[in-house]
T-cell receptor, first 112, second 114 residues
Framework: AQSVTQLGSHVSVSEGALVLLRCNYS??????LFWYVQYPNQGLQLLLKYTTGATLVKGINGFEAEFKKSETSFHLTKPSAHMSDAAEYFC??????????FGTGTRLQVTL | EPEVTQTPSHQVTQMGQEVILRCVPI?????FYWYRQILGQKVEFLVS????????KSEIFDDQFSVERPDGSNFTLKIRSTKLEDSAMYFC????????????FGQGTRLTVV
């Protein structure tokens, strides 16, 4: 069985500040980990994914995430927030099966 | 850029009525999925479909739900007798493969049962 926990349903940062969105997972098999972003009234767009290999993965729009097996974490970061980053962010895990198990999401607010 | 398309974007239906949500996956993809997101809650897996049959389904996907790929392009979700609690955003997704492969999501159909 797999599960994802996203700490903080709402995160607010100032424009230009560091973005840190937390994700912890549980998986009985080596996990594949994903971050998706959802803009208002739109579908889910993949930001980045970890499958195997390098534990620091870079995605679109300047986001990156680091897979830490010892901490069962896959936190999402961006050095400098932009107003356009305001959205809902979902962490997800899959294993050998095809389905994704999502976290509850974190709404990112970016203020001036 | 290829994309998953869903129709309609919004559907309002009366309780007890049947609804069909439609999706056109990306043409070379082999795996198809339906997820739903009840307002304010997380995205939940409903069903996956491969090689013209259900490969996995969640406990949410009970007898009132069915999926079909009636032709080479469409992938549908039917809810036989809608209930108020079926009100949600329904997302279709497709992927080339399973597991570590990116799933591409459509923009969703907002279903409102009244």
């Amino acid at each position: 069985a797999q599960s994802v926990t996203q700490l903080g349903s709402h995160v607010s940062v100032s424009e230009g500040a560091l973005v840190l969105l937390r994700c912890n997972y549980s998986s009985s098999v080596p996990p594949y980990l994903f971050w998706y972003v959802q803009y208002p009234n739109q579908g889910l767009q993949l930001l980045l994914k970890y499958t195997t290999g390098a534990t620091l993965v870079k995605g679109i729009n300047g986001f990156e995430a680091e897979f830490k097996k010892s901490e069962t974490s896959f936190h999402l970061t961006k050095p400098s927030a932009h107003m356009s980053d305001a959205a809902e962010y979902f962490c997800a895990v899959s294993g050998t099966a095809s389905k994704l198990t999502f976290g509850t999401g974190t709404r990112l607010q970016v203020t001036l | 850029e290829p994309e998953v398309t869903q129709t309609p974007s919004h559907q309002v239906t009366q309780m007890g009525q049947e609804v069909i949500l439609r999706c056109v996956p990306i043409s070379n993809h082999l795996y198809f999925y339906w997820y739903r997101q009840i307002l304010g809650q997380k995205v939940e897996f409903l069903v996956s479909f491969y090689n013209n049959e259900i490969s996995e389904k969640s406990e949410i996907f009970d007898d009132q739900f069915s999926v079909e790929r009636p032709d080479g392009s469409n992938f549908t979700l039917k809810i036989r007798s809608t209930k108020l609690e079926d009100s949600a955003m329904y997302f279709c997704a497709s992927s080339e493969d399973r597991g570590d492969t990116e799933a591409f999501f459509g923009q969703g159909t907002r279903l409102t049962v009244v």
